[in-house]
């Protein structure tokens, strides 16, 4: 849960003796909860923490003569929460930070688009207060100081959005991380201690949190976890293959359905659309697979699944049409829906029909729906791990046991979306 989103500018204060103190002097500081403001912020975030945020942002800065900014993850020293950051230099070299901060056990992999988006409406905001403040022009500052302000609480309100997350959207959180896909990856080949997952992933990113990545494969039943008796190795003594391991019981992808609640409306109300609509779907259908789609195509639709405007317009779509010149304003006032549309129908998402007027129809040209399929595959993948169990990859009696008892256990089992 996101915690609050601090601004700062970035100050010197040299005094006559040459001496210099410098501060970070609050902008907007807006907190999710009542019991922060500006005189305890530092139970949120130390002053230490905010100059090694600074230091990271800045290191090797010296030689940008320009406008500069650029963003910043991790976790803090003092205080137990990680953050997001975003530093700002502006052409005349006056510098801001803004610090989004987050409990530890938050996914901030998944907001990272969210603070992107805001630094972005950052750059022009910052560069307006810095030229404002210059010209001491109050009125304006005071302006510009409410939209950093409101900028500020819009974030917070998506983010918020974003951290409640349906089945769909978890679904979609596995192929959006390419920590979650190493670990589907690796399942999909041998059954696995939860040690061995944690060195893979350590290859790829320096921090890793595997309980919060597996998460979403535990709530969707895709996986399970327990715990192995070890074995002595026949020749050392030494007891091998014990701990946490973690079993792949289904399997899963994001794939495209027809649109049957729109095509049903259709028909039930013999709407002129129908034959344009049905041709179009049946157009893509016939040469869809979701089998052999491209992987980098699945990480699209996660990615669209995990943008708060987006899903809202998708969820929309699924039982209505609209005339393109009467789009529902459901988006967030920073959204820009022509381009949101554009999106959509690259993704074939979304397509037009046009009426016999000439009127153009937006309508929803394929729904998304994770696909659980039982993974028959790992049968005989067992047994070769078994039987090489003293090579690299290799498993144990009991772990191939556990293996395939799970795998007998949970094969009636639907997940339901």
Known sequence: MIQGILTFQFKINQKETGEIE?????????FREDKYDEENFSELLAQNDIFAIFYQHTTGLSRVKYSYSNFYEGRL???????????KQVADGTQYLAISIFELDDEIEIFEDLIKTMGTRLDTIFDKLTRARNSKQLSLIENITIRLK?????TIFQVDRLSNLDKLQKAALIYNSADRLKILEVLRETPISKKEVKDILEKMTSIVNVDILL?????????????IKGEKNKNTGELTHQGEYLFLVKDLMLARIPNESLLNHFKETNNELLPLYRQKVI??????????????????LASILLNPDVYDFFVLMRHNHYPLDKIPKIFSEFAVTEILLDDLKKLNIITEVIDKNDRKWICLLTDIKPLIVFPEYLLPKIRAAYKNQETDGGITYEIAKKA??????????????
């Open 215 to 227: 998460q979403p494969f535990l709530e969707l039943n895709i996986i399970r976890r327990d715990w």
């Open 404 to 417: 395939l008892s799970l795998l007998e256990i949970t094969y009636p089992e639907k997940v339901e979306f």
């Open 77 to 87: 020293k003092e205080t137990p929460y990680q953050v997001i950051s975003y530093f």
């Open 283 to 300: 157009d893509f259908f016939s040469n869809y697979d979701p089998y052999t789609q491209p992987l980098e195509e699945i990480k699209k």
């Open 150 to 154: 409101n900028e500020i609480k819009f």
């Open 22 to 30: 410098p501060e970070f002097e609050p902008n907007q500081l807006i």
